[in-house]
Protein backbone atom coordinates (compact mmCIF):
# COMPACT_ATOMS: atom_id res chain seq x y z
CA UNK A 1 0.00 0.00 0.00
CA UNK A 2 1.68 3.73 -0.96
CA UNK A 3 0.16 6.44 1.23
CA UNK A 4 0.92 9.79 -0.42
CA UNK A 5 0.68 12.53 2.95
CA UNK A 6 -1.55 15.75 1.65
CA UNK A 7 -0.57 19.46 2.00
CA UNK A 8 1.56 19.76 4.94
CA UNK A 9 1.51 16.50 6.64
CA UNK A 10 4.35 13.85 6.51
CA UNK A 11 4.29 10.30 7.24
CA UNK A 12 6.79 8.58 9.95
CA UNK A 13 7.31 5.09 10.89
CA UNK A 14 8.43 5.63 14.60
CA UNK A 15 11.07 3.69 16.10
CA UNK A 16 10.02 0.64 18.37
CA UNK A 17 9.64 1.42 22.00
CA UNK A 18 11.06 -1.01 24.38
CA UNK A 19 8.06 -2.73 25.78
CA UNK A 20 9.70 -3.62 29.14
CA UNK A 21 12.02 -1.97 31.75
CA UNK A 22 15.31 -3.07 32.75
CA UNK A 23 14.25 -5.20 35.98
CA UNK A 24 11.67 -7.10 33.25
CA UNK A 25 8.45 -5.16 34.33
CA UNK A 26 6.39 -4.44 31.05
CA UNK A 27 4.96 -0.67 30.90
CA UNK A 28 1.89 -0.05 28.54
CA UNK A 29 1.85 3.22 26.59
CA UNK A 30 -0.73 4.45 28.44
CA UNK A 31 1.97 4.30 31.58
CA UNK A 32 4.77 6.06 30.09
CA UNK A 33 6.16 9.29 30.91
CA UNK A 34 8.08 10.37 27.83
CA UNK A 35 5.80 11.01 25.01
CA UNK A 36 8.51 11.91 22.89
CA UNK A 37 9.09 9.16 19.90
CA UNK A 38 11.67 9.14 17.35
CA UNK A 39 11.30 8.14 13.64
CA UNK A 40 11.94 8.29 10.11
CA UNK A 41 9.94 10.58 7.23
CA UNK A 42 8.81 7.61 4.83
CA UNK A 43 6.77 10.24 2.54
CA UNK A 44 6.41 13.77 2.48
CA UNK A 45 3.19 16.55 1.39
CA UNK A 46 3.92 18.89 -1.24
CA UNK A 47 4.02 22.02 0.55
CA UNK A 48 6.68 24.54 -0.10
CA UNK A 49 6.95 24.53 4.14
CA UNK A 50 8.25 21.23 4.60
CA UNK A 51 12.07 20.86 4.59
CA UNK A 52 12.44 17.75 5.01
CA UNK A 53 12.40 14.49 3.06
CA UNK A 54 12.22 10.67 3.12
CA UNK A 55 14.64 9.37 5.08
CA UNK A 56 15.14 12.03 7.61
CA UNK A 57 15.13 10.85 11.30
CA UNK A 58 13.16 13.47 13.62
CA UNK A 59 11.48 13.72 16.98
CA UNK A 60 7.91 14.25 17.66
CA UNK A 61 5.34 13.81 20.25
CA UNK A 62 3.28 11.32 20.04
CA UNK A 63 0.28 13.53 21.08
CA UNK A 64 -1.44 14.97 18.11
CA UNK A 65 -1.26 12.55 15.43
CA UNK A 66 -3.39 9.57 13.44
CA UNK A 67 -2.32 5.83 13.84
CA UNK A 68 -2.14 3.23 11.02
CA UNK A 69 -0.91 0.01 9.83
CA UNK A 70 1.10 0.04 6.74
CA UNK A 71 2.37 -3.01 5.36
CA UNK A 72 1.36 -4.85 8.67
CA UNK A 73 4.07 -1.95 10.42
CA UNK A 74 2.63 1.29 12.93
CA UNK A 75 2.98 4.47 11.21
CA UNK A 76 1.85 7.97 11.87
CA UNK A 77 0.51 10.60 9.65
CA UNK A 78 0.74 13.91 11.44
CA UNK A 79 1.19 17.86 10.97
CA UNK A 80 5.00 18.83 9.82
CA UNK A 81 4.68 21.85 11.98
CA UNK A 82 4.24 19.12 14.96
CA UNK A 83 7.55 17.52 14.43
CA UNK A 84 10.09 19.01 17.46
CA UNK A 85 13.67 18.12 15.88
CA UNK A 86 15.63 16.85 12.71
CA UNK A 87 18.11 14.25 14.43
CA UNK A 88 21.51 14.50 12.01
Known sequence: MMIKPL????????KELE?????????????????LQEGEIVAVGESS???????????????D???????GE???IMNVKDILAKIE
Open 49 to 63: EITLKQGDRVLFEDV
Open 65 to 71: CTEMKVN
Open 19 to 35: EKTEGGIYVPDSAREDK
Open 7 to 14: KDRVLIKP
Open 74 to 76: RHV
